[in-house]
């Protein structure tokens, strides 16, 4: 069945329902290789663009008036719910964590969170990128997955493959995981509050849980991952599951009760959709650096990308991670154009053979 006319393409995408043309928006698409981003950056920290409603949300919508994109995403950081609970952080200029957790009594310490108590300004920012998106487009609320969060919290700060958090795992696995719970609560509230406040699919990244091996992703990071998503079905929106360096992990990933499954640009969508079976739609997974490439060499990508999801109903286009700051808009604007106009043409072609 068809989504109805008044759907935007990017929520029928993640019902695997048909559309007229494939969806497309872009990871960090608020943020640095965008000019007027560094004008108001550079009028305020990070922390403070983060925390003050109308900047956030101006920067969140910059995007949606530059391009023809399908989605919003809110402009925040994984670590805001954190400093709720009561973790001391700063950013320098990745996130440093003044006391790591590492004890029993360091995870007893961490604080419940209260969304409307510990981020109002998180719920604001919804409201107000709400009222201002333009033509319509839909709001992507996210947060970062526990294993990611754990990682930081664990580490004290950014380590090349988070070799104290993953060691802390085989050293002292039941606190890992009840440390690991508390953290898949807290998202699971923090997520479900920013339905409420108005956001239209709920995203969970997990960066770092492609450093695991199956056994341990399993155990601990999907586990972790499962207990939030369960929690968030009670928000009735799609729900997307991102899994960066994951294409080792789809058999796993695939019993996620996610509808759409987030892929790194490291393996074929055409295989990953049949690793992870018909139940799910698939988001990606354009390499950044193809943002780079001569505008032909651009656009080959695109269309091999938009060839591999095939015509199965449920592709999200996407790239496979963030965009990198040095990228030219000009470049996202003619991805986005582009994919607009093949699958548009693609469709067509579809229908007009059956």
């Known amino acids: 069945m068809s989504a109805p006319a008044e759907t935007p393409v990017f929520l029928a995408a993640c019902r695997r329902q048909p559309v007229p043309y494939t969806p497309i928006w872009i990871m960090r ?24 409603p109308e900047l956030a949300a101006e920067v969140t919508l910059q995007p949606l008036r530059r391009f023809a994109l399908d989605a919003a995403i809110l402009f925040s950081d994984i670590m805001t719910p954190l400093q709720g609970m009561g973790v001391d952080l700063t950013f320098n200029p990745g996130p440093v964590v003044r006391e790591p957790i590492r004890t029993d009594a360091a995870i007893d310490g961490l604080r419940a ?11 604001e920012s919804i409201r107000l990128i709400r009222a201002g998106a333009p033509r319509g487009v839909p709001l992507i609320g996210f947060a970062g997955g526990p294993f990611t969060l754990f990682c930081y919290l664990v580490c004290g700060r950014p380590e090349k493959e988070f070799e104290t958090a993953r060691a802390f795992l085989y050293a002292q696995p039941a606190a890992a995981e009840r440390l ?32 695991l091996a199956p056994p341990e992703f399993e155990r601990f990071a999907l586990r972790a991952a499962k207990r939030t998503l369960a929690a968030l079905r009670a928000a009735g929106v799609p729900l997307i599951y991102y899994v960066n360096q994951g294409s080792a992990l789809m058999e796993a990933v695939a019993g996620v009760d996610a509808d759409v499954i987030g892929v790194d640009w490291r393996s074929p969508l055409g295989e990953v959709r049949r690793r992870l079976g018909p139940g799910k739609a698939v988001q990606g997974n354009l390499d950044p650096a193809a943002l780079f490439a001569p505008p032909e060499e651009l656009e080959r990508q695109a269309a091999r990308v938009l060839a591999e999801a095939g015509p199965t109903p449920g592709h999200i286009f996407n790239l496979g991670h963030g965009i990198w700051p040095k990228a030219d808009p000009d470049a996202v604007a003619r991805l986005v154009d582009y994919v607009h106009e093949r699958s548009a043409r693609d469709a067509q072609a579809r229908r007009a053979a059956t």
């Open 29 to 52: 698409q608020a943020g640095r290789y965008l000019p007027e981003y560094r004008k108001v950056r550079a009028q305020v920290d990070f922390v403070t663009l983060t925390r003050t």
């Open 113 to 123: 969170l209260v969304p409307e108590r510990d981020v109002p300004f998180v719920l």
């Open 180 to 211: 690991l719970e508390r953290l898949s609560d807290a998202m699971a509230a923090y997520l479900l509050a920013q339905a409420g406040a108005g956001a239209q699919a709920l995203m969970l990244f997990e960066s770092w849980a492609g450093l």
